[in-house]
């Protein structure tokens, strides 16, 4: 099982983060994605969260709905009861942060990426409380601000940042902010084997946004990060197992 502390020790293998789920083949941030996700083996499952109208917290990408479902509008502009009627595909509706948790709480690592700050990220943090698996999860946010309050308030909670995940100063603005954890984005021009050695060095732990295909997973493996997002943990789970690189490194 997924533990956070293991991860930024760097005792685990390369760890298989399922983005949205097994979103490569089901519609994204479902239940269906993410069961899917924990059939395949992915050790961790990375979803997003937004508030709906009525304060809800809901498990969804985009701040409207349109790209993934078959109606319109902003999240936080409908009800979780307009936004429950919307068809994402195969039967699946947007899910509620509570109906994520009660799927794959205990089965996976998460990696909640949320797009909700003050008291309705607070809510987040006492779910991942409730739900006893604070050693499970780490919370990935953009905002600075958010990020130092959180250390602050919850210092048992893990939490990645994402502030200027595309600068080329990503490193040293985490740094300043006492993360441990880095999720690079591969449009950042600083990735590189370097680079990753450095972010070893100094104490931290590399995740990669994103890889697909067997050739680009095979890539940032051989870069040495410890973590990959991936929208088919399929793909990710057959290179780990052709290349030996299920021992931990």
């Known amino acids: 099982m997924f533990k956070v502390e293991d991860y930024i020790a760097r005792k685990l293998p390369v760890v298989c983060m399922a983005h949205r789920g097994f979103s490569g083949q089901y519609p994204e941030n479902t239940l269906l994605a993410f069961q899917k996700a924990i059939e395949?083996?992915?050790d961790v499952i990375e979803f997003d969260v937004r508030s709906s109208k009525d304060g809800e917290l809901v498990v969804i990408h985009d701040?409207?709905?349109d790209r993934v479902s078959n109606g319109t509008g902003r999240v936080d502009q409908l009800t979780l009861a307009e936004l429950k009627?919307?068809?994402l595909g195969l039967g699946q509706k947007i899910p509620t942060?509570?109906?994520?948790?009660d799927l794959v709480a205990g089965k996976t690592g998460l990696n909640i990426?949320?797009?909700v700050k003050g008291k309705q990220l607070d809510r987040v943090v006492e779910l991942i409380k409730e739900y006893d698996i604070v050693e499970e999860a780490f919370i990935v946010t953009k905002d600075p601000q958010e990020v130092l309050r959180l250390r602050k308030k919850y210092p048992e909670i893990h939490v990645c940042s994402?502030?200027?995940q595309t600068n080329p100063n990503y490193l040293e603005l985490s740094e300043k902010l006492g993360v441990?954890?880095?999720q690079a984005n591969i449009a950042g021009p600083y990735l590189s084997r370097k680079w990753v050695e450095k972010c070893h060095r100094k104490g931290f732990v590399v995740t990669v946004f994103w890889a697909d295909t067997f050739s680009d997973i095979m890539h940032y493996m051989k870069l040495g990060v410890d973590g990959i997002l991936t929208n088919f943990p399929d793909n990710f789970k057959e290179v780990a197992k052709k290349c030996s690189l299920s021992e931990t490194h």
């Open 63 to 65: 701040s409207t709905v």
């Open 162 to 164: 994402l502030y200027g």
């Open 180 to 182: 441990k954890i880095l």
């Open 85 to 87: 009627k919307l068809d």
């Open 40 to 42: 395949v083996g992915a």
């Open 97 to 101: 942060l509570k109906e994520t948790l």
């Open 113 to 115: 990426h949320v797009r």
